[in-house]
């Protein structure tokens, strides 16, 4: 106990510019960062198939989590449009594996640069619309994408969906839960690196001043047009590698998937999770993927032979949802990841608090 | 301490013992339903007739003696959701048969299903799922491990153009008659289109340029002054009966009134009743006798009901009783395996294929004399058409024709 307590810092003492730039605020952080991926890595010999899946789950949704954050969180824009990026990233990776035999090791990261460049497209828009305006133009991209979809057959394969390879390397196939989690895990460690990396530079600190005060960054001399569709494409990036892994690890890709449901569920992600928060992405991907869970274990332990409690479970399952987003707003509209910092500092000063 | 340990694991043992000794005896099997969703419509009818099917086998001696352990997932008619359900089920209950629902799911699901061979009775009687082999040149895809019980959508389509030719030439119309095909786009509306349009061609029809509405119930107004002006005759509605009921109305409202016919699915009881009116004298196919009829299975159909409703008062639509067949055809299979050696997939498989006019026992009348073979997955090929009338509220199912597809090669898996 005492050793933890000497390592632990009851206050943020930052002397040099370097010690303020470092991706983990305290060594603390970043031994358990470090530690809960080593963790991780044994999980599929421990888990069964059920809690692995949930795991994997999470990975791919929290990095599209982490790229719609970076646009609404980091930047301060808007996108109900996130679900049909996932999707594209999705048919992308499945498509180009399926025409052109490049294996899905490539085609992951390739599915991403593709959706990287349509939400280029989509994000043109945000260079000159903001608030409610630019609400309703990603909605409208959301609705572009998703009948494209169910239509563009030589791409998609229409209505009936494609089939996606599974992932291999060097001959081997990812195929189970257990192996396929190591490349999820492999995504997640990459790409949260890069997200909070991204924070770091120059342009994430430029997303930072978009959204605090626009007319001071471009006071400042930050390209509001430049960073505001900037930020459409690198969400969408991360959006396509999600879709990618979820495509991959389906085996089945239909446009069916990608509603502005899914899309709204991303948004309620970020909310719970805390807006402009790396860590609180995450947070909020594992709230939203272990609700439905949770809901479903509770609905059997009360009575898995009243029917009429089992037929509802798909209600009760999208209620909670709702609910768990409309409690978020009133009673921590910050997300979990502010509660966290709460119960740190907690911890940190105690018994002292004031 | 370390006796409390030891007393843990011995519990645990026991209990562990206890869960392997039951479970051997145990049929596991998958149930994915849609009582949610668009087509859950049909879905609710075909899903109850289904679980109640399996409550009354396990309440009347199982199969052999042993229990079915079935798990009902509803997907909404969400195609991820049910390969999600699918891959949960075969790393916790290990289902050696599933009894399934749509098209998109299905067709999706084949590959899986295949590979891991799991027997799969859907729902969906896509064309795309006849073909074990894939040996015919227009399969897409091999399904050597897909079933489903009735006619396949492309061959109700077939059946029912065929009737239309007849009907055509009775009413003395003149020229060739105009055909078009109705639905939404998705997987299971679309299975027929290409396969039907064809056949029509064949048959003298002039085919007209498709129209599509909405698998969700809603206004069809648009599609309805299309298909007017298009001066179709035959209206094939590829929908589930919800949304055909929406169709019906809003056509009666423009005044377009082709002679409208269903896809097995597209319409029953309870849409003669919503429609009323404006659907009389739709062609239905049924896949079964309604339940007020005195078919000799029907006694075992009501035994059945009895299941989920005690007081039996209830009235079952034409889809309980489908989704009853289809758990029948699949016990049966079950009780082959078992004599032969082991309740597993490929067993059930090819007990399936053994099958030559089969009929369950009890249910004479209700089930269609069915035959797979090895080569071959389409059951029956032969459509019974009927139209209805609303009659005021006592609503009328007047038997048309019963036609005999024939068994083309060049047919199978489209």
Redesign the interface.
């Known amino acids: 106990m005492a050793s933890a307590h000497s390592r632990m810092r009851c206050g943020e003492f930052r002397t040099t510019y370097q010690a303020d730039m470092t991706i983990f605020p305290t060594p603390l952080a970043r031994r358990t960062a470090v530690g809960s991926v080593l963790l991780l890595l044994a999980a599929p010999a421990v888990l069964d198939s059920y809690l692995l899946n949930l795991l994997i789950q999470i990975g791919y949704y929290g990095i599209a989590a982490l790229g719609l954050n970076i646009v609404v969180g980091f930047t301060g824009q808007i996108s109900l449009g996130h679900a049909a990026f996932f999707g594209f990233g999705a048919f992308a990776s499945a498509w180009l594996n399926g025409t052109t035999g490049i294996p899905v090791f490539f085609t992951i990261p390739l599915a991403g640069a593709m959706t990287m460049a349509v939400g280029l497209i989509v994000g043109i828009p945000a260079g000159r619309i903001k608030g409610l305006y630019l609400a309703i133009a990603t909605l409208a991209s959301q609705y572009i994408l998703e009948d494209f979809f169910a239509r563009a057959e030589w791409f998609t394969g229409g209505s009936a969906g494609a089939m996606a390879n599974p992932f291999t390397l060097f001959g081997y196939e990812f195929f189970t839960d257990q192996t396929y989690f190591y490349v999820v895990l492999f995504y997640v460690v990459v790409m949260y690196l890069g997200g909070a990396n991204l924070m770091r530079t120059r342009d994430g600190r430029a997303f930072v001043a978009v959204r605090d005060h626009y007319l001071s960054a471009e006071i400042m001399g930050i390209n509001l047009t430049k960073y505001r569709i900037l930020s459409f494409g690198i969400s969408s990036f991360y959006a396509g590698v999600g879709g990618a892994l979820f495509g991959h690890y389906l085996g089945f890709v239909s446009a069916e998937g990608f509603t502005l449901l899914l899309s709204i569920q991303f948004i309620g992600m970020v909310i719970i999770g805390g807006l402009g928060s790396v860590m609180g992405a995450m947070m909020g991907t594992v709230f939203m993927v272990l609700l439905p869970e949770v809901m479903e274990f509770g609905v059997h332990l009360v009575g898995s032979n009243n029917t009429a409690l089992t037929q509802a479970l798909a209600y009760i399952k999208e209620m909670a949802i709702g609910l768990a987003i409309i409690l978020f707003l009133i009673f921590e509209p910050d997300g979990l990841a502010h509660r966290w910092r709460m119960i740190k500092n907690y911890w940190k000063l105690y018994p002292f608090s004031y | 301490m370390r006796r409390l340990l030891l007393c843990g694991t011995a519990a645990l043992a026991i209990f562990g013992m206890s869960t392997m000794a039951i479970a051997a005896d145990k049929i596991p099997v998958g149930h994915l339903a849609c009582?949610?969703g668009p087509t859950s419509d049909v879905g609710i009818p075909y899903g109850n007739g289904v679980a109640d099917a399996m409550n009354f086998i396990n309440a009347n001696g199982g199969v052999n003696g042993k229990q079915l352990e079935y798990e009902?997932v509803?997907y909404?008619y969400?195609?991820?959701q049910a390969?999600?359900t699918y891959?949960?089920w075969m790393?916790?209950l290990e289902p050696v048969a599933i009894q399934g629902w749509g098209t998109?799911d299905t067709?999706?699901l084949v590959?899986?299903i295949a590979k891991d061979e799991v027997p799969y009775f859907s729902a969906s009687y896509s064309g795309h799922l006849t073909d074990p082999t894939g040996k015919s040149p227009k399969t897409k895809a091999p399904a050597p491990y897909n079933f489903f019980y009735g006619a396949s959508y492309s061959d109700t389509c077939r059946g029912l153009v065929q009737w239309a030719a007849d009907d055509w030439k009775a009413k003395g119309g003149k020229g060739a008659p105009k055909f078009i095909h109705m639905g939404a786009?998705?997987?299971y509306p679309?299975a027929p289109k290409e396969a039907c349009a064809e056949y029509a061609k064949e048959l003298g029809f002039q085919v007209l340029q498709p129209i599509v509405y909405d698998l969700k119930p809603g206004d069809a107004k648009a599609q309805c002054l299309t298909l007017k002006d298009s001066g179709a005759d035959y209206a094939y509605m590829g929908n589930t009966a919800g949304s055909n009921i929406s169709l019906l109305n809003s056509c009666q409202t423009v005044g377009a009134n082709p002679q409208f016919m269903a896809n097995v699915w597209g319409w029953d009881e309870n849409s003669i009743m919503a429609a009323r009116e404006s659907g009389d004298g739709v062609a239905v196919p049924l896949g079964s006798p309604s339940w007020k009829a005195d078919a000799p299975g029907m006694k075992t159909i009501r035994a059945i009901s009895k299941m989920?409703d005690p007081s039996g008062g209830k009235y079952r639509n034409l889809h309980y009783m489908r989704g009853a067949c289809a758990v029948f055809f699949m016990k049966d299979a079950m009780e082959i395996a078992d004599k032969k050696g082991a309740i597993t997939g490929s067993n059930i498989k090819a007990a399936m294929e053994t099958m030559t006019n089969h009929v369950p026992a009890g249910l004479e009348g209700v089930c269609k004399p069915s035959t797979w073979t090895g080569e071959d997955h389409r059951g029956t090929t032969e459509v019974s058409v009927y139209t209805t009338s609303f009659n005021g509220g006592d609503f009328k199912f007047n038997e048309q024709a019963t036609v005999t597809v024939p068994r083309r090669p060049d047919w199978l898996g489209w």
């Open positions: 009582y949610t009902t509803d909404s969400k195609a991820p390969i999600a891959k949960k790393s916790g998109a067709e999706a590959k899986f786009n998705h997987p679309n989920s």
